[in-house]
C-alpha cells in the first residue's frame, strides 16, 4: 500500500460541501480527512460529540450533532451544511452500527433487528431524501451511500439485520442513480470488505474465532485501511467518477471475486 500524504494528493473538491455521517471515526473520519485535503468544505456528523468535534476540528470542517434515524435532525443537518457553505455537493451516507445481539436469525430478536435497520439503512433512505432537493436545485451532486460486501454475498457468520440492512442500501442507491440521473446526480453505493476499524476490532476482541475466520477469506491477505475506502469516497464524490452511477463499487481486496484464495 502507498503511502499518500497530502501533499500529493489532488485537489478535486476544492470549494464543494461535504457532508458526511458518522465522521467521528473509522472511514467517516478517514474521508473526512482525505475530502478536506482535496479541497472540500466537511461536515461532520456524528452522535458523539466529542469524537464528532475532534474530526471537525482537525480537517477545519463544521461538526453538527445528529441521531442519523431522525428526521428532524438530518434535515436540520443537511439544511446547516447548505446554510453554511451554500451547496451540497457530497453526501457520504455512512453511519452504521454492527451490535452483538445482531446474529444468526435464530438468534436474533426483533429489537436487535430493528436497531439495526434503523441506523444503516432508514437512516440512509433520510439521508438521501434530505440531501436531494439541495442537488437537485443545484443540478449536481454524487451521494455515496455506504453498504458492504455482504450485500453480494452470503455468510454462514451472519450478521442477519445487518447483511439485510446492506443490501437495502444497495438496491436504494441504485434506484436512486437512476431515478436522478438525468439531474446532474449520481448515487452509488461503497461495498467495502472488512475494513481496520474501531468496529472490527471489537468484533476480533467479543470472538477471535469468528473473526479470523473473515480473514482467511481475503485475497490479498489482510483488512483494508480506512485510508483505503476514504479514497475510493474521493474518487465518487469527485468528476473523475462522472460516468459511475447507480454502481456496486467494490472495494473488498478481491473477496467478492473470490472461488479459493491463495495459500
Not at 179 to 204: D, K, S
Request: a negative charge; hydrophobic letters at 45%.
Amino acid at each position: 500500500m502507498t503511502d499518500r500524504t497530502e501533499e500529493t494528493i489532488c485537489r478535486r473538491l476544492v470549494g464543494r460541501t461535504a457532508v458526511i455521517t458518522g465522521a467521528g471515526s473509522g472511514i467517516g473520519l478517514a474521508t473526512a480527512r482525505r475530502l478536506a485535503s482535496e479541497g472540500a468544505h466537511v461536515v461532520c456528523a456524528d452522535i458523539d460529540p466529542v469524537a464528532g468535534k475532534a474530526a471537525a476540528e482537525e480537517v477545519g470542517g463544521l461538526f453538527v450533532q445528529v441521531d442519523v434515524t431522525d428526521k428532524d435532525q438530518v434535515d436540520a443537518l443537511f439544511k446547516t451544511a447548505h446554510d453554511t457553505y451554500g451547496s451540497v455537493d457530497i453526501a457520504f451516507n455512512n453511519a452504521g452500527i454492527s451490535p452483538a445481539d445482531d446474529d444468526s436469525i435464530l438468534l436474533t430478536e426483533l429489537d436487535a433487528w430493528k436497531r439495526v435497520q434503523d441506523v444503516n439503512l432508514t437512516s440512509v433512505y433520510l439521508c438521501c431524501k434530505a440531501a436531494l432537493p439541495y442537488m437537485r436545485a443545484q443540478k449536481r451532486g454524487s451521494i455515496i451511500n455506504t453498504a458492504s460486501f455482504v450485500a453480494l454475498m452470503g455468510a454462514a457468520t451472519s450478521q442477519i439485520s445487518y447483511t439485510a440492512s446492506k443490501g437495502g442500501v444497495l438496491a436504494m442507491s441504485r434506484e436512486l442513480g437512476v431515478q436522478f440521473a438525468r439531474e446532474g446526480i449520481r448515487v452509488n453505493a461503497l461495498c467495502p470488505g472488512p475494513v481496520n476499524t474501531p468496529l472490527l476490532r471489537e468484533l476480533f476482541a467479543k470472538d477471535p474465532e469468528r473473526a479470523a475466520r473473515r480473514l482467511v477469506h481475503i485475497p490479498v491477505g489482510r483488512f483494508a485501511e480506512p485510508t483505503e475506502i476514504a479514497a475510493a469516497v474521493a474518487f465518487l464524490a469527485s468528476d473523475d467518477s462522472s460516468f459511475v452511477n447507480a454502481a456496486d463499487f467494490v472495494v473488498d481486496g478481491g473477496i467478492a471475486g473470490a472461488y479459493v484464495t491463495p495459500l
